[in-house]
């Protein structure tokens, strides 16, 4: 996914603050998954949410403002409950890995109870996965 780096994303330096990072992976996870053909919207109806319950991350160098930037996502391990996926953040004109991160999301009800992730998802998670 490509987004563009706007001056809103930037702290005082003319750098990305690094909170919006996160922002950046939160839209491409849910766009990895709607180019797959999943809804994050509709599983959320049908009683499946995906909270991130854990978060590695590693900057490597700084997006300043109005650089391109990739984010990309793949499935790195999926469990009955969770799963696991790496996202990094390259910089699209050098193609310079700027931030790597590998995100846990746990799949539970809208009460917060723990369930199976659906076998949809599973299963395409699971034919995605590299080493």
Do not use: W
């Amino acid at each position: 996914m490509k987004i563009r780096v706007y001056y809103e994303d930037t702290d005082a330096a003319g750098v990305v603050y690094h909170s919006n990072y996160l922002n950046y992976m939160e839209r491409a996870r849910t766009e990895y998954l709607r180019e797959q053909g999943i809804s994050v919207a509709a599983m959320a109806s049908d009683g499946a949410v995906f909270p991130v319950v854990r978060m590695e991350i590693d900057f490597k160098a700084p997006a300043r403002h109005d650089d391109l930037l990739e984010v990309t996502t793949i499935p790195v391990m999926v469990g009955g409950s969770s799963f696991t996926l790496r996202q990094q953040v390259l910089r699209c004109s050098e193609n310079q890995l700027l931030v790597q991160a590998e995100v846990t999301l746990a799949c539970v009800s809208p009460a917060l109870k723990a369930r199976r992730i659906p076998s949809e998802l599973r299963e395409l998670l699971a034919q995605g996965i590299v080493a």
